[in-house]
């Protein structure tokens, strides 16, 4: 059977969870077993966002096979429980690179190469083909951005196009907006949906459902009218009021139909949705979590959430495990500079410092991981947060004070953290990093082994730099455990002390794999720590910042 596809592009305004959508029809789809798959289209010039500021952009996430992705993708892999690749993310610098490319080469000589056909023409190839390879039942395809915008155009083209390519009965269109409430009135607004379901129009798309984000409830006269206006079914008109936690908007939209709706319109058969059972009642329980413990999350975007998003995440997923409700303190590793430690991780049960790049803020990461060795308090460093984990040991432990990394002081006379040999002559920056999934070896007498009973373990990279062995020997003669090596045993992948609960660096991004159903064991093991260490009536700020 060739594959069917569902578009969802977005209207109103952005940043109404779109991704959150998507990886919800995923996982309605996946609950019917249907074999799935996703791809985002990017509509911006970049080519990945893996060069664009976590401000900018937010996390990048990191698929198996390398690709430095959009944060939506972890999004998709989470909920529906699949693993992506480099080409489940099509940016408008992917396509025109790609065009431009050939075009150098002599691919086209003679020709004129043009928006239509030759750019929508690489766009629609790129999603076909992709189905057709992983061989899906259905394509969830995204299209970022929203519509009207100049640079989504020919995405907007493209998908339409394919309507007629492969079959109008082979394609679902879904439109999602936003409904806004004018509080002077107490009234939902259609106008804005009906407007941009007329823009969605005037390319020729007519969306075959609606997914209407709102504050609250929505009436239904707001339906009946939207469904009028918009000429979309009555109950192909969805509202989606907002919710608590993300993890419930595919039972959310199951229980309006759109599973029922999708798969007629589609002409599959519309599967069992009794495989939803372990997926909702996992989440039914992460609601009725009451105990708390309080994490703080110390790195230098903690302004803006998004940057942290797996990390985020994965905590959710363990603490589902464990049994406690996870209150992040997102602590800006350059207030620890200019305060203290004590003064913003003296009320917090565990120490988190993810990943980064750069010097700023470095400097109070150390503050945090000193912090964390010498009350004990479980510390879990990720990628650089390992890094600044084995400067601040070998500064304070081993007395090598000008200790640090080559990232943040080239020429340091002692550069504990170096820059990893196959990286020395790069230049350009664009996906150039040690990136994606790598086998780590783990020693069986370790803590980490303990945690993953397992001998080999694969995770996910991004990074530069990496613990420079000529340091190896004198930090483990110090209690510090390299619990995990490459297979040669050449570079290190987890470093552990073995004098603390836990105090554990991973060089690697475990966060990226962590499901709700399936949380990564590392995190478990923290949190494990975390309340086997709990400090006696911690008093708790709570600053959670819902993203
Ligand atoms: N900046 C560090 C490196 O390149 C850490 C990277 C990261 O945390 N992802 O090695």
């Given at each position: 059977?060739?594959?069917?596809?569902?578009?969802?592009?977005?209207?109103?305004?952005?940043?109404?969870?779109?991704?959150?959508?998507?990886?919800?029809?995923?996982?309605?789809?996946?609950?019917?077993?249907?074999?799935?798959?996703?791809?985002?289209?990017?509509?911006?010039?970049?080519?990945?966002?893996?060069?664009?500021?976590?401000?900018?952009?937010?996390?990048?996430?990191?698929?198996?096979?390398?690709?430095?992705?959009?944060?939506?993708?972890?999004?998709?892999?989470?909920?529906?429980?699949?693993?992506?690749?480099?080409?489940?993310?099509?940016?408008?610098?992917?396509?025109?690179?790609?065009?431009?490319?050939?075009?150098?080469?002599?691919?086209?000589?003679?020709?004129?190469?043009?928006?239509i056909p030759?750019?929508t023409n690489?766009i629609k190839?790129?999603?076909?083909?992709?189905?057709?390879?992983?061989?899906?039942?259905?394509?969830?395809?995204?299209?970022?951005?929203?519509?009207?915008?100049?640079?989504?155009?020919p995405f907007m083209e493209a998908i339409r196009q394919l309507r007629n390519d492969i079959?109008?009965?082979?394609v679902?269109?879904?439109?999602?907006?936003?409904?806004?409430?004018?509080?002077?009135?107490?009234?939902?607004?259609?106008?804005?949906?009906?407007?941009?379901?007329?823009?969605?129009?005037?390319?020729g798309i007519?969306?075959?459902?609606?997914?209407?984000?709102?504050?609250?409830?929505?009436?239904?006269?707001?339906?009946?009218?939207?469904?009028?206006?918009?000429?979309?079914?009555?109950?192909?008109?969805?509202?989606?009021?907002?919710?608590?936690?993300?993890?419930?908007?595919?039972?959310?939209?199951?229980?309006?139909?759109?599973?029922?709706?999708?798969?007629?319109?589609?002409?599959?058969?519309?599967?069992?949705?009794?495989?939803?059972?372990?997926?909702?009642?996992?989440?039914?329980?992460?609601?009725?979590?009451?105990?708390?413990?309080?994490?703080?999350?110390?790195?230098?975007?903690?302004?803006?959430?998004?940057?942290?998003?797996?990390?985020?995440?994965?905590?959710?997923?363990?603490?589902?495990?464990?049994?406690?409700?996870?209150?992040?303190?997102?602590?800006?590793?350059?207030?620890?500079?200019?305060?203290?430690?004590?003064?913003?991780?003296?009320?917090?049960?565990?120490?988190?410092?993810?990943?980064?790049?750069?010097?700023?803020?470095?400097?109070?990461?150390?503050?945090?991981?000193?912090?964390?060795?010498?009350?004990?308090?479980?510390?879990?460093?990720?990628?650089?947060?390992?890094?600044?984990?084995?400067?601040?040991?070998?500064?304070?432990?081993?007395?090598?004070?000008?200790?640090?990394?080559?990232?943040?002081?080239?020429?340091?006379?002692?550069?504990?953290?170096?820059?990893?040999?196959?990286?020395?002559?790069?230049?350009?920056?664009?996906?150039?990093?040690?990136?994606?999934?790598?086998?780590?070896?783990?020693?069986?007498?370790?803590?980490?082994?303990?945690?993953?009973?397992?001998?080999?373990?694969?995770?996910?990279?991004?990074?530069?730099?990496?613990?420079?062995?000529?340091?190896?020997?004198?930090?483990?003669?110090?209690?510090?455990?390299?619990?995990?090596?490459?297979?040669?045993?050449?570079?290190?992948?987890?470093?552990?002390?073995?004098?603390?609960?836990?105090?554990?660096?991973?060089?690697?991004?475990?966060?990226?794999?962590?499901?709700?159903?399936?949380?990564?064991?590392?995190?478990?093991?923290?949190?494990?720590?975390?309340?086997?260490?709990?400090?006696?009536?911690?008093?708790?700020?709570?600053?959670?910042?819902?993203?």
């Amino acid at each position: 059977m060739s594959a069917k596809y569902i578009f969802v592009t977005g209207g109103v305004v952005s940043s109404i969870g779109k991704g959150i959508t998507v990886a919800s029809i995923g996982r309605i789809l996946k609950n019917r077993g249907f074999n799935i798959s996703v791809i985002k289209l990017d509509p911006y010039l970049n080519v990945d966002p893996g060069t664009m500021s976590p401000y900018q952009h937010g996390e990048v996430f990191v698929t198996e096979d390398g690709g430095e992705t959009d944060l939506d993708l972890g999004h998709y892999e989470r909920f529906i429980d699949i693993e992506l690749n480099k080409k489940s993310n099509v940016t408008a610098g992917q396509v025109y690179l790609s065009l431009i490319t050939k075009e150098r080469k002599g691919d086209f000589l003679g020709g004129t190469i043009q928006t239509i056909p030759h750019v929508t023409n690489e766009i629609k190839q790129h999603i076909t083909d992709l189905a057709e390879s992983l061989d899906v039942d259905v394509m969830v395809v995204e299209v970022g951005g929203t519509v009207g915008d100049i640079e989504g155009l020919p995405f907007m083209e493209a998908i339409r196009q394919l309507r007629n390519d492969i079959g109008r009965e082979n394609v679902y269109f879904i439109h999602l907006t936003l409904l806004p409430n004018l509080n002077v009135a107490n009234e939902l607004k259609t106008k804005p949906t009906q407007h941009s379901v007329s823009e969605l129009r005037s390319i020729g798309i007519q969306p075959d459902a609606l997914i209407c984000r709102s504050e609250g409830e929505v009436p239904e006269f707001v339906i009946d009218k939207l469904s009028l206006f918009c000429d979309v079914n009555k109950q192909e008109v969805i509202p989606l009021a907002d919710v608590d936690n993300v993890y419930r908007v595919p039972m959310i939209l199951e229980g309006y139909g759109l599973g029922n709706s999708i798969t007629k319109s589609l002409g599959l058969p519309p599967g069992s949705i009794a495989s939803n059972n372990s997926w909702s009642s996992a989440i039914d329980e992460m609601d009725t979590l009451e105990e708390m413990v309080s994490i703080a999350l110390v790195g230098k975007y903690v302004e803006y959430p998004d940057a942290y998003m797996s990390v985020k995440e994965a905590m959710t997923h363990a603490g589902l495990r464990v049994g406690r409700k996870i209150n992040v303190k997102w602590v800006h590793s350059e207030d620890l500079e200019r305060d203290g430690a004590e003064q913003h991780l003296s009320d917090v049960d565990g120490i988190v410092v993810p990943g980064g790049f750069g010097k700023r803020g470095v400097e109070g990461m150390i503050l945090a991981a000193e912090y964390a060795r010498v009350n004990n308090i479980p510390y879990f460093g990720l990628c650089l947060g390992m890094q600044v984990m084995v400067i601040e040991w070998c500064r304070n432990v081993l007395n090598l004070y000008k200790a640090d990394s080559e990232e943040f002081v080239p020429g340091t006379p002692n550069p504990v953290i170096h820059v990893m040999p196959d990286q020395i002559d790069v230049t350009n920056k664009g996906g150039t990093m040690r990136l994606g999934q790598y086998p780590c070896t783990l020693d069986p007498e370790s803590k980490s082994y303990g945690y993953y009973s397992e001998e080999s373990v694969n995770e996910r990279h991004r990074h530069r730099f990496e613990l420079n062995n000529a340091y190896r020997e004198a930090m483990e003669q110090s209690g510090m455990c390299f619990a995990g090596v490459s297979p040669d045993g050449t570079l290190v992948e987890i470093a552990e002390s073995t004098q603390h609960e836990f105090m554990i660096g991973v060089q690697f991004h475990p966060e990226f794999r962590s499901r709700p159903t399936e949380p990564h064991p590392l995190f478990v093991g923290f949190l494990d720590a975390v309340k086997q260490t709990m400090r006696e009536g911690a008093q708790y700020s709570f600053n959670e910042v819902e993203t």
